[in-house]
């Protein structure tokens, strides 16, 4: 009888033990599936990041990165506030736009308040040329290569395949209003871009093919396709009279782009000599530059 | 008898389970706590070695683009020009300068009659 009573005691006892250790086992078990589950979850996340980091930028992103470079430069440099000359470089800068094989994009331009010899082109199609450029230029021609070069820039999409190519720039992009005007994730990519585009340069390939782009697109306006070397010979020599640029000083030097250029412009059979240079029509716009310093 | 005996082994159930469960649960968050600090510790570490598109700011202003967000307004002296463009704060004027640009048209016809006079002949 006690034998009994033991053995039922034991056995009890034993399913005790049995149910503990089940319910000890399951909450581990329980944890480990938890912790693989938020494994899985955030393998997902950074994948899906990754995808989104690889994907080529939309045009609108594109226009909204311009937008707020174009505002930067406004702010640092001022505009230059002349209705007759804006409209003429506008005029120009459309005429050789159109050649441009982009047109999923509209391209802008403006005249900036520097005695600076630069031009600069932001993602999304916005065009400045410095009041310096302009007083360097001695034609038509010449206005028209300048701004075709910075077309080509934004049809290359230079800017863009090097924001593209930074996962680490791209991470953040996924963030709510990250395209806003102002908003953190701008401010840090186009203090990025100004960088590269005025204190580093772009790469000289991509400088090369805005140059084989810029005589492309003057040519097929109409112009003469050499317009653009031969503001650049002039360039070289007002730079090393103590002229500031930082064409010079970040672009390949001169003398290689030209011998590039007029290779080009040889083997098209680009040497037209009655094509219009348009020297009065340019000097009358812009007889409002001379004399002027900022 | 019998029934003192599965009383006194509910009891040391019931203390198992409120002793020990939370225990194992603490412990493996605690565990994850100490994976999530080494892997953001990690991602710093990464970060600071990579650099990524940023790094030419580095190159250029001795500072990261960290520490250039901080010091944004604290001056730009020995700071590239492209650098010291990228610190400007474009104001409300300067934002609606570039939305004339964007909002600046020329009518068709009036680039026609500018390439006509310039004996200009486009190709397309």
């Known amino acids: 009888m006690k034998r009994t009573n033991l053995l039922r005691r034991g056995l009890s006892v034993a399913q005790i033990l049995a149910v503990l250790a089940a319910l000890g086992a399951g ?11 938020r494994k899985a979850k955030e393998k997902t996340d950074k994948a899906q990041k990754i995808q989104k ?35 003429y470089v506008n005029l120009v800068g459309a ?12 391209y802008h331009f403006a005249v900036l308040d520097s005695d600076t010899i630069n031009a600069f082109s932001a993602p999304g199609g916005y065009i400045f040329i410095t009041r310096g450029a302009l007083q360097l230029c001695e034609d038509e021609s010449e206005l028209a290569g ?11 999409k230079h ?18 209003k990250a395209y806003t005007p102002g908003s953190a994730y701008l401010q840090k990519m186009t203090q990025g871009i100004l960088v590269k585009i005025i204190d580093q340069g772009l790469a000289p390939g991509d400088e090369f093919d805005a140059d084989q782009r810029g005589i492309k697109y003057t040519h097929a306006a109409g112009y003469p396709a050499d317009g653009l070397p031969r503001f650049l010979t002039k360039l070289d020599q007002a730079t090393e009279q103590g002229g500031q640029s930082f064409w010079t000083r970040t672009h390949p030097p001169v003398k290689d782009r030209n011998q590039k250029m007029q290779q080009s412009i040889s083997a098209q059979h680009w040497e037209d000599a009655d094509r219009p240079k348009l020297a009065n029509r340019f000097a009358i716009v812009a007889k409002t530059l001379k004399g002027k310093k900022s | 008898m019998k029934r003192r005996y599965r009383l006194i082994a509910l009891g040391v159930l019931w203390a198992v389970l409120v002793a020990g469960g939370p225990r194992v649960l603490r412990a493996q968050d605690q565990s994850q706590q100490q994976d999530q600090q080494q892997s953001d510790k990690d991602q710093k570490e990464k970060k600071k070695k990579k650099g990524g598109f940023f790094s030419g700011l580095k190159a250029v202003t001795g500072q ?15 700071v590239g020009e492209g650098a010291q463009i990228g610190n400007a704060t474009p104001s409300s004027a300067d934002r609606q300068a570039v939305s004339a640009m964007e909002s600046y048209s020329i009518p068709p016809p009036d680039l026609k009659k500018f390439q006509e006079d310039g004996r200009l002949q486009p190709v397309k």
């Open chain 1, 95 to 106: 005429t050789v736009g159109a050649q441009s094989e982009r047109q999923d994009i509209g």
């Open chain 1, 27 to 37: 909450t581990v078990a329980r944890g480990q599936f938890g912790d693989l589950l």
């Open chain 1, 146 to 156: 300048v701004l075709a070069h910075e077309v080509g820039h934004v049809a290359g």
């Open chain 1, 159 to 176: 800017v863009i395949h090097i924001v593209e190519h930074d996962k680490a720039l791209r991470a953040g992009m996924d963030e709510a």
């Open chain 1, 53 to 87: 980091a690889l994907a080529p930028m939309t045009v609108q992103e594109e226009r909204d990165v311009g937008r707020e470079v174009a505002a930067k430069l406004v702010a640092h440099f001022r505009p230059y506030k002349d209705d007759g000359l804006t409209r």
């Open chain 2, 64 to 78: 990261s683009s960290e520490q250039q967000e901080d010091t944004a307004t604290a001056g730009t002296k020995g």
